[in-house]
């Protein structure tokens, strides 16, 4: 008989949460001190960006138009920006300050920024989250970003789950998102909708396609099983419902590589800046194959979040 090991950060009660909805908020998870630290290196490294030899690749969530050139694709190992689309105007000149047009800068903050690495590989709070989670066996962190989220331009993300993105077999995406400044309902505070993780087959993947850049590739998935679903889960998701989930600064949103989710176009006059890194569990636990437009390299791999494997019972039912 297995044995769990017992709790070290969250709760039971926070963990069954997890479980049923697909996502957590964990109040606080960074201090103060740690938040204005993430922020101040953020507002930096912004300084630090430069439009000399920068191919103005513009991030969107569009299945048309998806972000799929070579600085996109080989920023895996390195530090990038990536803009606004509403920062660039018809003759590919920016709209406003460089500082204030960057969707998200990304993808290797945690390996190469001390600031990141600190609160995300070097982090023993966030290890025995993990642990507690009991969502992976050995996970790796394989991304991480500073979304910005400007004012007024801060564009929509439509409703999808991450798992898309992220793909393995079986999915086992994990999504790390802090709040590095108070999230409202006016300046795009994440929306779930909660238990869609028991009940949203993924479908597509997000993938380097043979001739070039990025596209979908359908899926034949099927739905997860109506016997892993409470009877709770079950109302909720009848119910049909999202909810907008406000944040203040260091709190933390676990969340489901299948719960859908979603964020509104910031009308605000304020930023709404958040860091977030992503887990998946490692070989031989998963696949994680060359069709991914995310890739490891030779000089960085994915980075091992355990120092021992996670040996005890895993609440992998809803994978």
Not at 29 to 45: D, G, P, Y
Not at 71 to 94: H, M, P, V
Not at 182 to 204: D, M, V
């Amino acid at each position: 008989m297995a044995v769990t090991q017992p709790l070290e950060y969250i709760t039971q009660v926070q963990v069954d949460q997890f479980y049923r909805n697909g996502y957590l908020v964990v109040p606080g998870f960074l201090s103060q001190e740690q938040t204005n630290s993430l922020m101040v290196r953020s507002k930096e490294l912004l300084d630090e960006f430069t439009l000399e030899d920068h191919p103005l690749t513009k991030f969107t969530t569009s299945d048309k138009d998806h972000v799929g050139d070579d600085y996109f694709l080989n920023s895996g190992d390195k530090i990038r920006y990536f803009l606004e689309e509403d920062a660039i105007d018809g003759n590919g000149k920016l709209t406003r300050d460089k500082a204030k047009a960057v969707n998200k800068i990304g993808h290797a903050l945690h390996e190469l920024d001390p600031a990141f690495r600190k609160v995300t590989l070097e982090n023993d709070r966030l290890k025995a989250l993990v642990r507690d989670l009991r969502f992976h066996h050995d996970p790796v962190a394989l991304q991480s970003m500073v979304i910005c989220k400007q004012s007024q331009i801060g564009g929509a993300v439509p409703e999808h789950n991450d798992s898309t993105f992220l793909y393995t077999s079986p999915p086992t995406a994990l999504g790390f998102w802090i709040a590095l400044e108070k999230c409202t309902p006016t300046n795009g505070a994440l929306s779930f909708l909660p238990g869609s993780h028991l009940t949203t087959p993924i479908t597509k993947r997000f993938v380097r396609l043979p001739g070039g850049g990025t596209g979908f590739e359908q899926l034949a998935a099927s739905p997860p099983s109506s016997s892993d679903m409470s009877e709770r889960t079950r109302e909720i998701v009848s119910e049909g419902g999202y909810v907008l989930e406000t944040c203040e600064p260091g709190d933390l949103v676990l969340i489901h590589g299948s719960v859908l989710h979603k964020s509104e176009r910031n009308t605000s006059a304020h930023t709404r800046y958040a860091y977030t890194f992503h887990m998946i569990d490692s070989s031989p636990y998963t696949e994680y194959d060359e069709k991914n437009w995310l890739q490891p390299t030779e000089a960085m791999p994915f980075s091992r979040m355990l120092d021992v494997p996670n040996e005890s019972t895993l609440s992998i039912a809803v994978h």
